[in-house]
Each structure stands twice: as structure tokens, then as C-alpha cells.
């Protein structure tokens, strides 16, 4: 029996809260390696911010293939399993790389497809694994990043003081390896499925199959064919594989050529069907007809710019203003302790609904982009703790809230393509961004004019939420003129 919401299922979320631990919460303490980058080989902040659009599109594009064509082809364990091996060659190639310009190819490729491999998968699987508890149990999950974010950190910079750069980055690329244990542990629903199949197989199919060929009666073998055929049907890919194989194999001593020529015909129809379905799974474009979801598309091209940005900014800014390397570790463990409180209090907010989910993100971005663009008056450590607590607070509300406001804009048949889309917006505005940000800092001198072009597209973005009533009126006007359409049809 599928353990649903109870056994194993508790399992597979503290295997998610490992993959976005050690996946998140690297990546959101990059910071910290930056300036060491930057340092190290005296290269300008561009030159890494490069590396950074690079991941973000190998991420969109590993996640696209992971989640739509790739799970034909491997289940989630073995991508989960192959992101601990991407990952930990990411920091170690980091480690050895004689030039900045092969962060290209370490951070950006190779942690872009552990990134892509790792966390879509995981919550798939998560969602499979639970039903009336899916809430709780993504929420213990996400956990995960506020404890990677407090975690990461502390260790990074013990083992920059200890072990200088390059063996830093290679104890991180060992702890990264930890995602194959977590991959181990993603036992696939499959395998329960599979098992209690395989026994309904063995107790039933089978033994009426050598009952009907034992008897030697032709009628009883066109019964078991017919049986077999309509078990088929309702079987996964491999099954009818196994019964299309048995009835080849069984017209070939019959002597039956026609019978062939047909199945190799319907054979040629599937792939072409096949794939024409597997493209139309990658991006859903009818999601598009949607007004709510056409005003999201801006929201989240420039609103994931501020909520991800903002913190791997704030370290080398920081060294900007010659706060001690102690003190920088304190401002991003002040973000994790403050998401870590926001993210309790907005799962409050959401249940006892006090304020609409759009709402929560479109307050959250004014707020983090307003104190952005006060940038200026953080020139201390002081001044700078307030940054990080107003961006830990607001700054993360996005990411916890997109995922179920999604589902209210389209409603779960479409979710897959609106996904699909999101992630690609999200993708675009982080590798468009990056190189703007790091080139603005190169030409003058500092990270301000950076966090103000962040702030510009946070107001930007939580202001377009402001026309969500007009955009839902749309919506129910679409639905009711669909309505009396039907009613006209059938009349």
C-alpha cells in the first residue's frame, strides 16, 4: 500500500529540507565567495555576475527537462542523485580553475543543472507523497532554506580563515555530495505502485494464462488475448510494451504478417504522438489567455531580481565599506534568522486569512525596494543590520507565496505551464540582471547605483499587483460569457 501521508512520506520531507539546505543555502552564501573572487584574482564584479546569468539559465533549462521530458527518460531519485555529483564538481573545478572567466563553467553550468536537478524534483515527489497534509509538509520542507541560510554562512567563512579559497570551496563540494544520500533516501511512489501490481499480477493474470494454454482451446486464448489486451490499457508504458512484445512474438508462429504491419503503424503513430504531447508539456501556451497570469509575467521577471539579488549583494558591499569579515557573517545569518521568523508568520497570515496572497507580495516588494534605494544611509555595520533584517522580513515573501498565488490566477489544470513559464521569466530576469549589476559596479565604483536599480524593479513589480482586481474582472467576464454560451448551446 502507497504511504500517503503517513510512513515514508515523513522521510521524503526530510529529504527535501536536505536538498533545499546544502542547494539554497550555497548558493544564497555565493556572497561571501564573491568578494573572496574578487580578491583573489582582481577581477572586476562583472566578470562573476556573468557566471551567475549563466546558472540561472542552466537551472531554467535543467528544470524544463527534469521535470517535463526528462521523466521519461530517469525517475527523481536518479536526478537528485545526479545534482549531488554536478554540484560537488562545481566547487571543486572552482577550485582548481587558473582564471575567473571558468566560473562560467563551474558555478554557472555545472551548479545551474544541480540546482535544476535537485529542487524541482524533490517537490514533486513531496507532492505525491502527501494529500490532505501537502501544506505542512511543504512547509517543514522550505525550512530548509531559512536553516541552510543560518548554517552555511559561519562555516563558509571558518573555512576561509582556515583553509584559505580553493580548500574552502573543496570541503563545500564534499558537503555538497550529501544530495546523493538524500537521493538514496527518494524511494519513488512507483515502487509501492509497482509492488502492489506486480501481486494482483502474479495472483491473477498469470495463472488464467496457463489455465486457457493448458487446455489448448483457441476460444480460451482469444479470451486471454482480449483479457491481456484490456489489462494493458490500463497499465504504465513498460507493461504495454511487455504485452505488444508477447503478441508480436505469438503472430510470428502464427504466421500472422498483417498483424505486424498494423502494430508497427499504431508503433510510428505513438512516438509522433508522443512527442507532439512531450512539446506541448515543456510550455502550455493557452495559459497566456489568462489575464491574471499576463500581468504575473512582468511580476515575476522583475520582482525575482530584488529577491535574489539583494543577498548576494550585500556581503561584497560590505567589504565595500570595510566592515570586518566577522561582522559581514552577522548580517547574513540577521537575513536567516529574520526569514526564518517572517516565514512563520506569513504560513499565520495565509491560514487565518488576514490579507489576500497578492497583497502580502505586492507590500513585501514596495517595502524591500523602498529600503533599497535608501542605500546611501547604510554606511556601517549598524545601519547595515537594518538592510538585512528588512530584506529577510519582506524580502523572501515572494518565493513562499508565487507557488499557491499561481494556483489562484489559473486555477490546477494549468499550473504546469504557468510553472513552466514562471520559471523561464525568472530565469530571463536573473541572467539579464546579473551582468547589468555587476557592470554598474565596475563603472562606478560602488554597489549603489546596483541596489538601486534592484529597489526600481521591486516598486515596479509589486505596483503591477496593484492591478489585479481589473485583471480578475477580465476573468469573470471571460467565464460568464463562456457560461451563457454552453447555456445558448444547449438550448
Not at 484490456?230 to 504466421?255: C, F, L, M, R
Not at 547595515?384 to 508565487?402: E, H, K, P, R
Not at 514562471?422 to 541596489?451: C, H, V, Y
Request: glycine residues 8%; neutral net charge.
Amino acid at each position: 500500500m502507497v504511504p500517503i501521508d503517513r510512513g515514508w512520506a515523513w522521510v521524503i520531507v526530510l529529504v527535501n529540507f536536505i536538498i533545499v539546505s546544502l542547494i539554497i543555502g550555497s548558493a544564497s552564501s555565493f556572497g561571501l565567495f564573491f568578494a573572496e573572487f574578487m580578491t583573489e584574482f582582481q577581477a572586476p564584479a562583472s566578470s562573476i555576475t556573468i557566471a551567475l546569468s549563466i546558472q540561472t539559465i542552466a537551472f531554467s533549462i535543467s528544470s524544463l527537462f527534469a521535470l517535463n521530458i526528462g521523466r521519461h527518460f530517469a525517475s527523481n531519485r536518479t536526478y537528485v542523485i545526479l545534482s549531488g555529483i554536478f554540484a560537488c564538481l562545481a566547487y571543486g573545478v572552482s577550485a582548481v580553475i587558473p582564471d575567473v572567466s571558468y566560473l562560467i563553467l563551474s558555478i554557472g553550468v555545472l551548479f545551474g543543472i544541480a540546482h535544476g536537478f535537485s529542487y524541482g524534483p524533490g517537490l514533486v515527489e513531496l507532492g505525491r507523497y502527501f494529500h490532505k497534509k501537502r501544506g505542512i509538509a511543504t512547509s517543514l520542507a522550505e525550512m530548509g532554506v531559512s536553516c541552510g541560510g543560518l548554517v552555511f554562512p559561519p562555516v563558509i567563512r571558518l573555512l576561509l580563515d582556515s583553509y584559505d579559497l580553493r580548500g574552502a570551496l573543496i570541503v563545500i563540494g564534499g558537503i555538497l555530495l550529501n544530495l546523493c544520500v538524500a537521493g538514496a533516501l527518494m524511494r519513488p511512489i512507483a515502487f509501492y505502485e509497482h509492488q502492489q501490481k506486480d501481486s494482483e499480477h502474479d495472483d491473477g493474470i498469470w495463472s488464467t494464462n496457463s489455465e486457457m494454454y493448458s487446455s489448448g482451446n483457441i476460444k480460451d486464448k482469444a479470451v486471454y488475448r482480449n483479457t491481456m489486451k484490456n489489462w494493458a490499457s490500463s497499465q504504465p508504458d513498460t507493461h504495454k510494451n511487455e504485452y505488444k512484445e508477447n503478441i508480436n512474438a505469438e503472430d510470428k508462429v502464427n504466421g500472422s504478417s498483417s498483424c505486424l504491419g498494423n502494430m508497427k503503424q499504431s508503433l510510428s503513430s505513438n512516438r509522433k504522438g508522443v512527442v507532439r504531447n512531450m512539446c506541448k508539456k515543456v510550455i502550455d501556451i493557452k495559459v497566456l489567455r489568462n489575464a491574471l497570469f499576463r500581468m504575473w509575467i512582468p511580476v515575476c521577471f522583475l520582482g525575482v531580481i530584488g529577491s535574489v539579488q539583494i543577498l548576494i549583494f550585500i556581503p561584497p558591499h560590505a567589504k565595500d565599506l570595510n566592515i570586518s569579515d566577522g561582522d559581514i557573517i552577522l548580517l547574513v545569518i540577521i537575513v536567516g534568522v529574520t526569514n526564518l521568523i517572517s516565514k512563520l508568520l506569513m504560513t499565520l497570515f495565509v491560514y487565518c486569512n488576514c490579507m489576500s496572497k497578492h497583497h502580502m507580495i505586492a507590500i513585501s516588494m514596495i517595502i524591500t525596494g523602498v529600503a533599497c534605494l535608501f542605500i546611501n544611509f547604510y554606511t556601517d555595520f549598524l545601519t547595515m543590520t537594518i538592510l538585512s533584517a528588512i530584506f529577510g522580513v519582506f524580502g523572501n515573501v515572494y518565493f513562499g507565496l508565487f507557488p499557491a498565488l499561481l494556483v489562484d490566477f489559473v486555477g490546477l489544470e494549468m499550473i504546469s505551464g504557468a510553472m513552466a513559464i514562471n520559471m523561464l521569466m525568472q530565469g530571463l530576469g536573473l541572467s539579464i540582471s546579473n551582468p547589468i549589476l555587476g557592470f554598474l559596479r565596475d563603472i562606478t565604483g560602488s554597489f549603489n547605483a546596483s541596489f538601486y536599480l534592484m529597489g526600481i524593479t521591486c516598486i515596479i513589480s509589486g505596483s503591477i499587483l496593484c492591478f489585479e482586481p481589473v485583471c480578475r474582472k477580465i476573468e469573470m467576464r471571460k467565464s460568464e460569457g463562456v457560461s451563457v454560451e454552453s447555456v445558448v448551446t444547449h438550448l
